[in-house]
């Protein structure tokens, strides 16, 4: 369905029955990131799945203001408000996490449980704020200027996702299928609204998240395992867990584990 907020389309899914779960998904996803688990989750749980902004079949604006991470989280509350939803469980995937971390530290009454895959706080100090925009920049500048076919074999073969090339030809196939059917002017905007340079960092905010969280990592994504220890010391209520063999993309390269513990600690 598509739901307007603020003038613009976004594209929503809804699956399942049960108490909401509003899930986000990474750059350069869409809301089929998550439409494979309707039958796992959507036993338990109700699932509301938006292409966030920029992304998918939701809009794409040339104004930049529309992507901030504060601004995007604003749109998610408006979006449950307009579906008559008081409060949800949370999960969001990397730039998704890094987008429900901001909506759980900014609308902490709405979120009952916190869900974190692959996710950080964003960046600590000012220094790298400013080295990571640059670099966020100049990405999207390649988006611009060389098309979203380009930048897809680019981003396919950076070191983050390198575990992923173990994977079955169709699965990645697939991943790079919906990948191309994106917007490079959404893709770009994201990169300089709601970049990890461009979000204010939440690490000092970190204790002000009521709910319980879980933090979930792959064993092979050394990175993101350390802000995720880094994280649990200045969570009041957060659990983490490694899951073997894999990388950033847990939900890709284990799915049926994710799964499996995703259910377990929206049900306990």
Request: aromatic share 8%; hydrophobic share 40%; net charge negative.
């Amino acid at each position: 369905m598509l739901i307007k907020i603020k003038g613009l389309n976004y594209h929503v899914e809804v699956c399942g029955e049960g108490f909401p779960l509003l899930l986000l998904h990474g750059f350069t996803g869409d809301s089929s990131t998550w439409t494979p688990f309707c039958p796992v989750w959507g036993t338990h749980s109700k699932l509301i799945i938006p292409d966030i902004i920029g992304h998918g079949e939701t809009d794409s604006p040339g104004d930049i203001n529309y992507y901030q991470m504060e601004s995007a989280a604003q749109d998610l509350i408006f979006l449950l408000d307009q579906l008559g939803i008081e409060k949800i469980d949370l999960l969001g995937y990397s730039m998704g996490g890094r987008l429900a971390l901001t909506l759980a530290i900014l609308y902490p009454e709405r979120v009952r449980k916190l869900i974190l895959e692959s996710a950080s706080p964003g960046l600590k100090t000012n220094e790298e704020r400013v080295l990571r925009r640059m670099k966020d920049e100049e990405l999207a500048n390649f988006i611009n200027d060389q098309g979203i076919e380009s930048f897809v074999d680019y981003w396919e073969a950076i070191p983050l996702f390198s575990t992923m090339n173990i994977l079955p030809n169709s699965i990645k196939e697939s991943i790079r299928e919906q990948r191309l059917s994106n917007n490079a002017k959404g893709l770009a905007n994201s990169l300089l609204g709601m970049g990890t340079g461009s979000q204010a960092s939440w690490w000092s905010k970190l204790d002000l998240v009521s709910c319980e969280v879980l933090l979930l990592t792959g064993e092979k994504d050394e990175k993101f395992c350390k802000l995720a220890e880094k994280m649990l010391k200045d969570m009041r209520k957060a659990s983490w867990i490694v899951i073997n063999d894999c990388g950033h993309a847990i939900h890709v390269e284990q799915k049926e584990k994710f799964g499996t513990i995703v259910s377990d600690f929206l049900s306990k």
